[in-house]
């Protein structure tokens, strides 16, 4: 089985992945919006995230992604207000979580994973998280630039 990180879409594919009492950690990357970078550099991401999840010590998890801005209550409630890329581990059935803050690449998400064993900043989850906001699946694509308005 290839371990891949899937697009955060929908709140029924959240509470699938990261149900509530749910005794496997779920791990959220929040990479920069496509409007902020390109899909090569989106490319780039993944593969850091892909790999260092692959290679961080067989942790039992659930691994999302999502664009930084789509989840804009969520990521206020997880205190991700210092930018993105960003990597959030969550444990719902313990009310705590885990912020990754050091630099995006393989080896330091990997590190992190593994140093969740015995986390040195836990945070208390709130109570209610905010509801997950529908998005659409990234086409793997650079965004297209917004049109400007016609002058009237």
Known sequence: ????????????????????????????GF???IMDSSAKERKKYLDDYN?????????????????????FELEEKLNLGFGFPALVAISRKKGIFVIHRGTFTEQSIRTFITG?????????????????????K????????PKEEEEL
Do not use: Y
């Open 31 to 33: 990479l920069p919006h």
């Open 116 to 136: 969740l064993a015995s986390p040195k900043h836990i945070h208390d989850l709130p109570k209610e998280l905010p509801g997950i906001a529908k998005q659409t």
């Open 1 to 28: 089985m290839t371990l891949e990180a899937e697009q955060l879409l929908t709140q029924a594919q959240f509470e699938e992945a990261c149900p509530k009492g749910g005794a496997q950690l779920c791990l959220i």
């Open 51 to 71: 790999n260092g999840a692959r290679a961080g010590g067989g942790v039992p998890a659930t691994f999302l992604w999502s664009q930084g801005g789509d989840q």
């Open 138 to 145: 990234w086409d793997g694509k650079d965004a297209d630039l």
